[in-house]
């Protein structure tokens, strides 16, 4: 390739390099229950979060009931090992779960409040101070 380019070769190993070197962390999104789940995950999206999981109220409670406790105690712990490769979990929910966040997960874990245990209504969450955090992280 160096030869066909009329390129040096010391060039094109670095080039070839830099595509295996990663720029930045691996930044994960978890949220519930949101009004605005699109709007957030098309803004965690664009700013090439590498996973995005976002959940309305009644998307949460539909995956609480069509599981049995065991396939849903297994699903939460297979959950939580992909969750522990990411070097940054952005959780977006009730206070209740940043302690559990912060107690399985080895990453970063930066909390955004959506208001106070229990959460029983879809919450809206403000795009601007999402983006902010993702921008700081990112």
């Not at 999104?29 to 949101?34: D, M, Q, R, W």
């Not at 409670?61 to 406790?69: D, G, M, N, Q, R």
């Not at 065991?70 to 522990?84: P, T």
């Amino acid at each position: 390739v160096a030869d066909y380019l009329q390129i040096d070769r010391p060039f094109i190993s670095r080039l070839e390099s830099i595509g295996e070197v990663r720029k930045g962390k691996k930044v994960a999104v978890v949220g519930f229950p949101l009004l605005n789940k699109e709007e957030i995950k098309n803004l965690a999206m664009a700013r090439g979060v590498d996973h995005v999981w976002v959940m309305n109220d009644a998307e949460r409670w539909l995956l609480v009931k069509e599981k049995s406790a065991l396939e849903f105690f297994s699903f939460v712990m297979d959950y939580v090992r992909e969750l522990r490769a990411y070097d940054t979990v952005v959780l977006i929910g009730s206070q209740k779960w940043v302690k559990l966040a912060e107690a399985l997960l080895d990453s970063q874990v930066v909390f955004l409040n959506l208001g106070e245990s229990p959460i029983n209504k879809d919450c809206y969450f403000d795009p601007d101070q999402f983006s902010h955090v993702l921008d700081t992280i990112i």
